[in-house]
């Protein structure tokens, strides 16, 4: 009884059956935890990561093997560094010792770093022969890297396990492995719910503001699911297209830029502006087609005088000749970070959550877009027609936000 109530204190119910498991399952070689962001599955995991070391020290010494091998994943190292080495410093007072190569050492293991996020990183695990794993974001990893880490685990138990938040129902990882499931592969499916140390707040919160369908059905539920339908289903032009009066005069404003030409690929700028509410307003569209670099350069020293000089350009780096020509014109133009799914999920939480406006007499093709933007099926990204102010827009409100919660927090520290 009081071991459970140790546990209890520690673990969530759901992480204490993936301890369960580690412990006094024998059979499985691949463990896959997966669900909701915020579920408590990396935790669970970095703990059975300490309990591998300790396990593959034991395993090594019996075989007399004085440096065995231990692969850490991840997409990159500062993925690796913010969801492993990091919490197991705060949280457990660990921190690895590294060598001059690279390799991190901890309970006499050497801790061989691999990176995931694509093909190259087989270059960090080929050749050699490891007593287990431990795969941070295994959805994101490429599948030759992920075959090639399961290849390599060859001594000792070899085992290895994962942590991930779900894709489309068709990705690698779940039909190759959670689907698989047998008594070498094991798979563990949390929700938010299941995470009982968060706050209710925090929980209702996360709930009140996820963009519904498949960005909830991911990140609440944790469900392998694939967008239907339009991609802004929560936009509704009767509640968020107003009048330009409207709109608030007192503003922040920045703007998103899509470089394009032809029919087809509109060239767009956006202009955005939030408001001390948490409001974003759609301002202003530019659309035009045929349209070269020292058409754009007149629009965007028209909106300087319009909106102020220090508006920033939040720009597509496929022309990084374009955006140099914008600085050179003393437009404060800078490459937009394009990730599409956290892009598109930081505009549909403004719409969730009715903080998001478009002044209907300063728009062209925005309504035209925005009921033809639809999701890819196969793919869970949208599909690439009727894009142009989409994109604009994502990359503009991404990124101003994103930058905005970095100074935030930058400030915090100071």
């Not at 050492?105 to 695990?125: E, K, N, P, W």
């Not at 955005?272 to 670099?293: P, R, S």
Request: include cysteine.
């Amino acid at each position: 009884m009081r071991l459970e109530k140790i546990l209890a204190k520690h673990f969530t119910l759901k992480q204490q059956t993936v301890l369960s498991q580690f412990v006094n399952n024998h059979y499985w070689n691949l463990m896959i935890n997966y669900g909701a962001v915020r579920s408590g599955k990396t935790v669970a995991n970095n703990y059975c990561f300490i309990l591998s070391l300790l396990k593959v020290r034991e395993l090594a010494k019996r075989n007399r093997i004085k440096e065995p091998l231990y692969i850490l994943a991840g997409t990159s190292k500062k993925n690796i560094f913010n969801n492993v080495l990091n919490p197991l410093f705060n949280e457990f007072g660990l921190a690895p010792e590294q060598d001059s190569i690279g390799n991190l050492h901890l309970f006499g293991v050497t801790i061989v770093l691999a990176y995931t996020g694509s093909v190259r990183g087989i270059s960090g695990v080929r050749g050699s022969s490891a007593y287990g794993a431990y795969i941070n974001e295994a959805s994101l990893a490429n599948e030759s890297v992920f075959s090639e880490i399961l290849d390599r685990c060859s001594e000792g138990e070899g085992r290895v396990i994962c942590d991930t938040n779900p894709d489309i129902p068709t990705h690698w990882l779940k039909k190759n492995y959670i689907d698989n499931a047998s008594p070498y592969i094991i798979s563990n499916h949390f929700v938010l719910d299941d995470n009982t140390f968060l706050s209710k707040r925090y929980i209702e919160n996360k709930k009140a503001t996820t963009p519904k369908g498949m960005f909830y059905d991911r990140s609440v539920l944790g469900l392998w699911v694939t967008g239907q339908g339009v991609v802004y289903s929560d936009f509704d032009a009767k509640i968020m297209l107003i009048e330009h009066e409207k709109i608030p005069s007192d503003l922040t404003y920045y703007c998103g830029v899509d470089w394009g030409f032809a029919e087809g690929h509109n060239g767009v700028i956006v202009v955005f502006g939030d408001d001390d509410k948490g409001n974003t307003y759609l301002v202003k569209e530019y659309t035009a087609v045929h349209k070269y670099i020292d058409y754009w350069i007149d629009v965007a020293h028209d909106i300087q005088n319009q909106y102020g000089r220090n508006v920033t350009f939040w720009c597509d780096s496929a022309r990084p000749e374009y955006v140099s020509m914008f600085q050179q014109a003393n437009v404060q133009a800078i490459n937009a970070d394009k990730t599409v799914m956290t892009g598109i999920e930081s505009v549909s939480k403004l719409m969730t959550t009715g903080h998001f406006f478009v002044n209907q007499q300063g728009i062209d093709q925005f309504l035209d877009e925005i009921y033809q933007y639809v999701w890819d099926s196969d793919k869970g990204v949208p599909l690439k027609k009727n894009d142009d102010v989409m994109d604009a827009m994502r990359y503009a409100v991404y990124n101003q936000h994103k930058q905005v919660e970095n100074q935030i927090i930058g400030n915090i520290y100071l």
